[in-house]
């Protein structure tokens, strides 16, 4: 509700001192006269040292509205620059702001209650709107009817939700909305997925009878997808993002809270089939699904995520305490960037239309608190520790126990933007019915292709559409788009479970394989034999994302998974013994400049530039006797010194292989300081860190401590001929798209890692045995995300250990 109240002159006499003081009345005169100098001289007293005056100011009408909302309250209308507080209903003066060059201030994290007041901070009279509530969570829920009295259309729309800020969506559907219903997807994001659609392909045009989405398109790829699938689809923008109202804060409860109101209001549309709709999308819109799944709304059937993360912090933008200051800033400063007013491009457009069609414009309207937005990056670096009642509310392993709907969930080991921590999330769904994992090697966009597509597509059907799962002949005509987008001819495998003679039948053969076997793990993507030239002359489209063949898996981490261990060895290899010397180390240089280099050249194959001598410590095993196979997190288990307080530390995990190459697999980081281990979670194969500032650690300078840094999650196999090669460096030349700020020091410091008896560093892998390979190696470079370079032998620095 949108309050403006106008309170004449009269002057309040209400405090925290005496609030129940009588104001000024005609009928009480002569009381009022009688007590007034009385009680003005304890007031005077009661505040004493107070900077709040309790007589207050004359309030007078407010020129300026506020929106009430769940722990917040919304100004639109001010002057800027105008300096309002806020008040709760004891008059206690709780926080004030200046409004922006809009005119709009948004009040954030107020205590829920009865009786606030919004007034200019200083003067009298102020202006000052009066008896203002802000809700909880639990008192902030409509009644069902608010939702199903909302009617949406296909094209633009806008959602109302339970504060009265209206998104902005647009629908399109597969046929006329009098044939539905139809099975639904929605995609919610601060992209633009509300942008309105387009044609496609000006040459499809004369398909657009058969599929209508090729001159709708919606603005997001799986809208796109799911509208040649024969799915509806909804497209809705974050708040304070595209034309929805409100300001854009990172997944702030009011934000989740939107995500069960889009649900509940389209699920409540005639035009949506069993009045319940599935969430699809990839990276922002596949995090979404995680944070609005957890409110458990009624009309979600099905959520679908891929590529996305297990944690805010150490997923992404923290990764081993260490800031991602690439992807991971420039991620959320684009995100804010396009979440100011008119901030995506395309909002000036959908005002003018608004203006033609109706003679105002809600988008006009929606853009007023847009400058609000929270800046990410900011409250990023004034939290470096993890704070819990903070961080908790942002990582999804934190919550995702609390959905109940069934899951479909893809990534990739080498995802250069959110990067392969994602897997750590995939024992935590507990809740949910049915779970549906794929992994693989590849990149961030990669759940996007035909071999995920298939499951993705066999998934739908059985929980949002509830039929048969089935391809439906226009599918056909998606296959240029995934040519063009990948770089590959790729073909659409068989539908899962499209063989069966009811829908009953396949639901029920669905969740019996999931329940037995819920992870499946893609191997060798980009050397599918159909991707490779049979002869000289064949086209090469090695890197291509389809995969050679696959495990199954009955959870994560797999039961079969054992500890695979080798030890650092002084002569710079490692082995499954124990170093025996007694004193015996390695060095490297902090490299600064390091944290700000990433791979060159481009996807799918990168340029991995060759180690500079003196830059790292490089171990390499012996020459490996048969395939070995290892899927899940590792640890590098090491005793670690530094010439400063301080030590930042890389490890890369590649494969030596037989032919001279060396294929990158993963990596992991490390801030030493923040080397404390939760033991609650902690196993020998993933050492997960507390980062609470009180378990802050600073070295001491050339003493060596034990430390273990977290290899995050891969799935590879290290063929017959191979040997394993780990190395140890400053963070850098790692990734794509992460950079790392990183400690910048007057003069030049040094790392030490031990090899010794008394410090017998290690590294231990996730070792699958007995594990069938049912491929041949891959040429080089062809696996998709995991570049190659030729094998350099490598002598390292020697150091003492301190004995």
């Given at each position: 509700?949108?309050?403006?109240?106008?309170?004449?002159?009269?002057?309040?006499?209400t405090?925290?001192?005496?609030?129940?003081?009588?104001?000024?009345?005609?009928?009480?005169?002569?009381?009022?006269?009688?007590?007034?100098?009385?009680f003005?001289?304890f007031?005077?007293?009661?505040?004493?040292?107070?900077?709040n005056?309790?007589?207050?100011?004359?309030?007078?009408?407010?020129?300026?509205?506020v929106?009430?909302?769940?722990?917040?309250?919304?100004?639109?209308?001010?002057?800027?620059?105008?300096?309002?507080?806020?008040?709760?209903g004891?008059?206690t003066?709780?926080?004030?702001?200046?409004a922006d060059?809009?005119?709009?201030?948004?009040?954030?994290?107020?205590?829920?209650?009865?009786?606030?007041?919004?007034?200019?901070?200083?003067?009298?009279?102020?202006?000052?709107?009066?008896?203002?509530?802000?809700?909880?969570?639990?008192?902030s829920?409509?009644?069902?009817?608010?939702y199903?009295?909302?009617?949406?259309?296909?094209?633009?729309?806008?959602?109302?939700?339970?504060?009265?800020?209206?998104?902005?969506?647009?629908?399109?559907?597969?046929?006329?909305?009098?044939?539905?219903?139809?099975?639904?997807?929605?995609?919610?994001?601060?992209?633009e997925?509300?942008?309105?659609?387009?044609?496609?392909?000006?040459?499809?045009?004369?398909?657009?009878g058969?599929?209508?989405?090729?001159?709708?398109?919606?603005?997001?790829?799986?809208?796109?997808?799911?509208?040649?699938?024969?799915?509806?689809?909804?497209?809705?923008?974050?708040?304070?993002?595209?034309?929805?109202?409100?300001?854009?804060?990172?997944?702030?409860?009011?934000?989740?809270?939107?995500?069960?109101?889009?649900?509940?209001?389209?699920?409540?549309q005639?035009?949506v089939?069993?009045n319940?709709v599935?969430?699809?999308?990839?990276?922002?819109?596949?995090?979404?699904?995680?944070?609005?799944?957890?409110?458990?709304?009624?009309?979600?059937?099905?959520?679908t995520?891929?590529?996305?993360i297990?944690?805010?912090?150490?997923?992404?933008?923290?990764?081993?305490?260490?800031?991602?200051?690439?992807?991971?800033?420039?991620?959320?400063?684009?995100?804010?960037?396009?979440?100011?007013?008119?901030g995506?491009?395309?909002?000036?457009?959908?005002?003018?239309?608004?203006?033609?069609?109706?003679g105002?414009?809600?988008?006009?309207?929606n853009?007023?608190?847009?400058?609000?937005?929270?800046d990410?990056?900011?409250?990023?670096l004034?939290?470096?520790f993890?704070?819990?009642?903070?961080?908790?509310?942002?990582?999804?392993?934190?919550?995702?126990?609390?959905?109940?709907?069934?899951?479909?969930?893809?990534g990739?080991?080498?995802?250069?933007?959110?990067?392969?921590?994602?897997?750590?999330?995939?024992?935590?769904?507990?809740?949910?019915?049915?779970?549906?994992?794929?992994?693989?090697?590849?990149?961030?966009?990669?759940?996007?292709?035909?071999?995920?597509?298939?499951?993705?597509?066999?998934?739908?059907?059985?929980y949002?559409?509830?039929?048969?799962?089935?391809?439906?002949?226009s599918?056909?005509?998606?296959?240029?788009l995934?040519q063009?987008?990948?770089?590959?001819?790729?073909?659409?495998?068989?539908?899962?479970?499209?063989?069966?003679?009811?829908?009953?039948?396949?639901?029920?053969?669905?969740?019996?394989?999931?329940?037995?076997?819920?992870?499946?793990?893609?191997?060798?993507?980009?050397?599918?034999?159909?991707?490779?030239?049979?002869?000289?002359?064949d086209?090469?489209?090695r890197?291509g994302?389809?995969?050679?063949?696959?495990?199954?898996?009955?959870q994560?981490?797999?039961?079969?998974?054992?500890?695979?261990r080798?030890?650092?060895?002084p002569?710079?290899?490692?082995?499954?013994?124990?170093?025996?010397?007694?004193?015996?180390?390695?060095?490297?240089?902090?490299?600064?400049?390091?944290g700000?280099?990433?791979?060159?050249?481009?996807?799918?194959?990168?340029e991995?530039?060759?180690?500079?001598?003196?830059?790292?410590?490089?171990?390499?095993?012996?020459?490996?006797?048969?395939?070995?196979?290892?899927?899940?997190?590792?640890?590098?288990?090491?005793?670690?010194?530094?010439?400063?307080?301080?030590?930042?530390?890389e490890?890369?995990?590649?494969?030596?292989?037989?032919?001279?190459?060396?294929?990158?697999?993963?990596?992991?980081?490390l801030r030493?300081?923040?080397?404390?281990?939760?033991?609650?979670?902690?196993?020998?194969?993933?050492?997960?860190?507390?980062?609470?500032?009180?378990?802050?650690?600073?070295?001491?300078?050339?003493?060596?401590?034990?430390?273990?840094?977290?290899?995050?999650?891969?799935?590879?196999?290290?063929?017959?001929?191979?040997?394993?090669?780990?190395?140890?460096?400053?963070?850098?030349?790692?990734?794509e798209?992460?950079?790392?700020?990183?400690?910048?020091?007057?003069?030049?410091?040094?790392?030490?890692?031990?090899?010794?008896?008394?410090f017998?560093?290690?590294?231990?892998?996730?070792?699958?045995?007995?594990?069938?390979?049912?491929?041949?190696?891959?040429?080089?470079?062809?696996l998709?995300?995991?570049?190659?370079?030729?094998?350099?032998?490598y002598?390292?620095t020697?150091?003492?250990?301190?004995?």
């Amino acid at each position: 509700m949108t309050l403006s109240i106008y309170l004449g002159s009269t002057r309040g006499l209400t405090s925290s001192c005496a609030p129940g003081f009588p104001q000024y009345r005609s009928s009480n005169r002569l009381l009022y006269r009688l007590l007034l100098p009385a009680f003005l001289l304890f007031l005077a007293a009661c505040s004493d040292g107070n900077d709040n005056d309790p007589r207050g100011p004359t309030l007078a009408a407010a020129n300026f509205s506020v929106r009430e909302s769940v722990e917040q309250l919304h100004v639109t209308g001010a002057e800027p620059g105008q300096v309002l507080a806020v008040y709760d209903g004891q008059n206690t003066f709780i926080i004030s702001s200046a409004a922006d060059d809009m005119g709009s201030l948004l009040f954030r994290q107020l205590p829920p209650g009865e009786g606030y007041t919004v007034r200019e901070a200083e003067g009298d009279p102020v202006e000052a709107v009066q008896d203002l509530a802000v809700w909880s969570v639990e008192q902030s829920q409509p009644d069902p009817s608010f939702y199903s009295d909302q009617v949406l259309q296909p094209g633009f729309n806008y959602i109302t939700t339970r504060d009265g800020t209206k998104l902005s969506a647009y629908i399109t559907l597969p046929g006329p909305a009098e044939d539905g219903p139809y099975p639904t997807i929605v995609n919610y994001s601060g992209y633009e997925p509300s942008r309105p659609g387009r044609v496609l392909d000006e040459s499809l045009v004369g398909f657009c009878g058969l599929l209508p989405v090729i001159c709708d398109a919606p603005n997001h790829p799986s809208g796109l997808i799911a509208g040649f699938m024969g799915y509806a689809t909804v497209g809705v923008n974050m708040r304070g993002t595209g034309c929805s109202g409100g300001a854009y804060d990172y997944f702030e409860p009011l934000q989740v809270l939107d995500g069960y109101d889009i649900i509940e209001t389209v699920a409540a549309q005639p035009w949506v089939y069993n009045n319940k709709v599935g969430m699809a999308g990839l990276s922002f819109p596949g995090i979404s699904q995680l944070f609005v799944a957890q409110t458990r709304p009624p009309g979600l059937a099905a959520i679908t995520p891929l590529s996305v993360i297990a944690e805010t912090s150490a997923s992404t933008l923290v990764p081993g305490g260490i800031f991602n200051n690439g992807f991971a800033f420039q991620w959320a400063t684009n995100v804010v960037n396009g979440a100011q007013p008119y901030g995506q491009g395309w909002e000036q457009g959908q005002v003018d239309l608004e203006y033609e069609q109706f003679g105002t414009s809600t988008c006009e309207e929606n853009q007023l608190l847009h400058a609000q937005a929270v800046d990410a990056v900011g409250r990023a670096l004034e939290n470096p520790f993890y704070v819990p009642e903070v961080v908790d509310p942002l990582n999804p392993s934190k919550f995702v126990q609390n959905i109940d709907v069934p899951v479909f969930l893809s990534g990739a080991w080498q995802d250069e933007q959110t990067g392969g921590h994602f897997a750590t999330l995939l024992d935590k769904f507990t809740n949910a019915p049915v779970t549906r994992f794929l992994t693989f090697n590849g990149l961030h966009a990669d759940g996007y292709t035909p071999e995920v597509l298939a499951e993705w597509k066999a998934f739908l059907d059985i929980y949002v559409a509830e039929v048969i799962p089935n391809a439906p002949a226009s599918l056909s005509l998606a296959g240029p788009l995934f040519q063009q987008q990948f770089g590959a001819p790729l073909a659409f495998p068989e539908i899962p479970y499209s063989d069966a003679q009811s829908y009953a039948e396949a639901r029920a053969a669905y969740e019996a394989d999931s329940r037995q076997m819920p992870l499946r793990v893609i191997f060798d993507r980009g050397a599918s034999p159909a991707l490779l030239p049979g002869m000289e002359g064949d086209p090469d489209y090695r890197g291509g994302p389809e995969g050679v063949f696959s495990l199954e898996f009955s959870q994560w981490p797999p039961a079969e998974q054992e500890v695979y261990r080798l030890y650092l060895q002084p002569d710079g290899t490692l082995a499954q013994s124990e170093p025996g010397v007694d004193d015996s180390a390695s060095s490297f240089p902090h490299d600064y400049a390091a944290g700000q280099r990433t791979f060159g050249g481009g996807q799918p194959f990168y340029e991995w530039a060759a180690t500079p001598a003196g830059s790292a410590a490089v171990f390499v095993s012996d020459i490996l006797t048969q395939d070995m196979v290892f899927v899940g997190s590792g640890s590098a288990d090491l005793f670690v010194a530094s010439t400063s307080e301080e030590a930042e530390l890389e490890l890369i995990l590649s494969e030596v292989r037989g032919d001279g190459f060396e294929t990158y697999v993963q990596a992991g980081w490390l801030r030493a300081s923040h080397r404390a281990i939760d033991e609650t979670q902690s196993t020998a194969l993933r050492p997960v860190k507390t980062h609470l500032e009180a378990d802050y650690a600073p070295l001491t300078p050339g003493e060596f401590v034990s430390a273990r840094l977290e290899i995050f999650p891969f799935a590879h196999i290290f063929r017959a001929g191979s040997r394993i090669r780990i190395q140890l460096d400053t963070p850098g030349d790692s990734r794509e798209l992460w950079q790392f700020l990183l400690t910048e020091y007057d003069g030049p410091v040094t790392y030490s890692v031990a090899h010794s008896a008394m410090f017998p560093s290690s590294v231990a892998l996730p070792l699958i045995p007995m594990a069938t390979v049912a491929s041949d190696p891959p040429p080089c470079p062809a696996l998709r995300g995991q570049p190659c370079r030729a094998f350099e032998e490598y002598t390292n620095t020697p150091a003492s250990s301190g004995l």
